[in-house]
């Protein structure tokens, strides 16, 4: 199986930056794809971001687009998300996930705690 383990949550001030980092292990080769999701407190988990293993394409939530980025290192194994221009409505738990080919999101991380203050 495909274990993931997010770091670089934090309390940030608005308008300041973080960047957040999910680090897979395990059976790492059949991994298709990698994405971010948070979750904030009473809301539904929300799609932010995911990129293709294979060819680095990428996709954003409208509501993060233009400032978040998400990137890979593929000899780490590690996908990390930029989150810039942060917002309090970006206050979440973030969470990692990955799937195989033709897959669903069936591997996740632990969680994150993204809080960002007025």
């Known amino acids: 199986q495909v274990q993931l383990l997010e770091s670089g949550g934090g309390l940030v001030q608005a308008g300041g930056s973080l960047r957040l980092s999910c680090a897979a292990s395990?059976?790492?080769?059949?991994?298709?794809?990698m994405a971010w999701f948070r979750q904030a407190p009473g809301k539904e988990r929300e799609f932010v971001s995911h990129?293709?293993?294979?060819?680095?394409?990428?996709g954003y939530a409208d509501s993060v687009k233009d400032r978040f980025t998400i990137s890979k290192d593929n000899a780490k194994n590690t996908v990390y998300l930029q989150m810039n221009s942060l917002k309090p409505g970006d206050t979440a738990v973030y969470y990692c996930?990955?799937?195989?080919?033709?897959?669903?999101?069936?591997?996740w991380g632990q969680g994150t705690q993204v809080t960002v203050s007025s």
């Open positions: 996930a990955a799937r195989r080919v033709f897959g669903t999101y069936e591997f």
């Open positions: 990129i293709n293993w294979s060819d680095s394409a990428t």
């Open positions: 395990g059976r790492t080769f059949t991994v298709a794809a």
